[in-house]
């Protein structure tokens, strides 16, 4: 039973629901019409050059209708069936996805090929590539920028004090904060330092600099004395800006 199962199972791309109906009848038929079925499964195993004995695991793949996207990333082999193109959708892009395979089963160039589309669509990404696989992308693409995090070769910049939209100056805030606490760990009183020099920041400046904040931290800190609020503008100086 497991090994007529098996067949229908890696008919179903050829012979579509014809194989659900098939097992329908195997299954509930008496002796001698499941032995007519059993046959009947074989002659198309046969046809269709289908091995009974997996060696390794064949997923069949979506129809080709159904294997359509905005994004084209390869095509489908599976047997002896005529491949045919398989992408993602758009909205696809914002779900998480593991790639996993051996080494040299195709990981790299997969996702070397999905960065292609993106590029192809005008879609931004960002890849972290520690191994340095991804940056002969380089050389295909004028637009595509190579940052190299901690070196001066050619360093990333940005400034966190631009706010993103449709955030609240409060809620933003808050989270620069909480990043520069957990990042550095300046300790307690520093959530109220911080909060007091970004605000004096943004009151002056508008978009304010990371220079600019280490200014008014300064300033301040000569103005206190020996008191708890200088120990901890003391720890946010030397742990956050210790440049």
Known sequence: MEEVKSKLRQLKPFIGKKA???WVRY??????ESRQWEQMVNLLAEKYKINSIEEEIILPPP??????????IG????????????????????????????TGSGKTTLTKNTLRELIHNKI??????????????????????I???GADTSPFYFNYFKMPDGLSYKEYVKNIIEVFNKAYLGGVGSDSVLLKVFDSAYRQHGVPTTQDALDILDGDMKGES???????GSRVRCGCWSF
Do not use: M
């Open 20 to 22: 659900d109906r098939i």
């Open 27 to 32: 299954t509930t038929g008496d002796k001698f």
């Open 63 to 72: 129809d080709r209708e159904t294997a359509k996207g905005d994004i084209q």
């Open 75 to 102: 095509r489908t082999s599976y047997l002896n069936k005529p491949p045919h193109e398989f992408g993602i959708n758009f909205y696809e892009l914002t779900r998480h996805v593991g790639i996993f395979g051996s």
């Open 124 to 145: 931004p990404f960002i890849v972290f590539d520690w191994e340095k696989n991804y940056r002969d992308l380089v050389g295909e693409y004028k637009n595509v920028k």
């Open 147 to 149: 940052f190299t995090i």
């Open 226 to 232: 020996c008191g708890a609020g200088r120990c901890s």
